[in-house]
DNA sequence: GTCTATAAGTAGATAGAC
DNA sequence: GTCTATCTACTTATAGAC
């Protein structure tokens, strides 16, 4: 199927996304323009209004298509066996998959002020639906008994708060890979849940 | 000292820290127009230029004054005891402090991209300085035997990550008092560092 | 699908009256 | 010390040519 000569919308369309992406990763919501995510780009400010109906729902499709993908993710590696096993894969999982991704990351943590209530609202749900996966290991192997865990809406807080502040000081270019980084993390919460 | 009629300096300089404060927090440093600090204020624009040279010197003085203060609290709460007690006054002195200054906190972690590369150096001087008073109680304990931790670089960020999180989710108004939470965590961070 | 041009509004910061 | 008025620049978003 021939397109009209002068149409590019499969490649700009990811162009502007990526040039977001970026952007607001890096400046945040607020200082970006749309002038500077066209220039990044590569067209004019204009031109972005074929992609996006306006600046909202660009950083809202950002974070939405970040936490399906996180949840698509964490549903499709999850172990189904002993708790400390499906802890061990949860852990080692969200260090990874956050690494992966800082950008999309550091919006989803960042900007959750800047969207409209009704988005925010639907990030919120996404967001909790996540760590009630974790939420549900911990309860798991306290039930068992294998996990002494005080508070487990709490304790899924702190690790989870823990597990990401990997992506403010890790760089690829560091001493550590990520794989090591996973290690050490794991060792961490294993110790600090093990009954 | 009889001041001029009209002069509010002593009363509105304050308000006006304390308007910035509150509306960084909320809104994010970008999204903040100095017309919507004066009207919290309850000056005009033009006014707020007698109590700051510009808007990032705004932001700048509350990171600054923040990051002293927190330094300073830090020093004077300081046991000087065993490593684990030193630990221990440390997780709990970081959460009751942290809780207690929502908006500050949130500030100084997410406003750090909107500070001019001499002022953010600054800021990350003193938030490295913080950060090595815990590695050194991590590094005491290792080396007395009574903390085994692999890495105290990586575990000084992953305690501070973790206990910082409770300004994400921590209301006055829940079901848990500062204490109670401060106990929480020191009891997860004693077991994961617990030679 | 992209361009140029523009509408309509807001930004930070300053000048000068009072 | 605060006001009003203003400068210059930039903002999101749209209209219409190509």
Known sequence: MARTAGSH???????????????????????????????????????????????????FDLMRGHMDELIAASDAQGSTGAPRDRLEAF?????????????AVFISYMELRNLTPENFTVIE????????????????????????????KITTLAIIAMLTGVTTWYRASGRLSSEGVAELYWDMVRRAVNA
């Open 91 to 103: 852990v080692r999982f969200h260090i990874l998959f956050h690494l992966a991704r800082p950008d």
């Open 125 to 152: 749900g996404l967001r909790r639906s996540y760590e009630d996966r974790l939420e549900t290991i911990l309860k798991a192997g306290t039930d068992a008994g294998v996990f002494a865990v005080a508070d487990t």
């Open 9 to 59: 919308s499969d490649i700009t369309g990811p162009k502007v996304a990526d040039a977001a992406l970026r952007l607001f990763a890096r400046h945040g919501y607020a200082a970006v323009s749309m002038r500077q995510i066209a220039a990044e780009v590569g067209v004019q400010a204009g031109a972005l209004y074929n992609y996006t109906p306006d600046k909202q729902s660009l950083l």
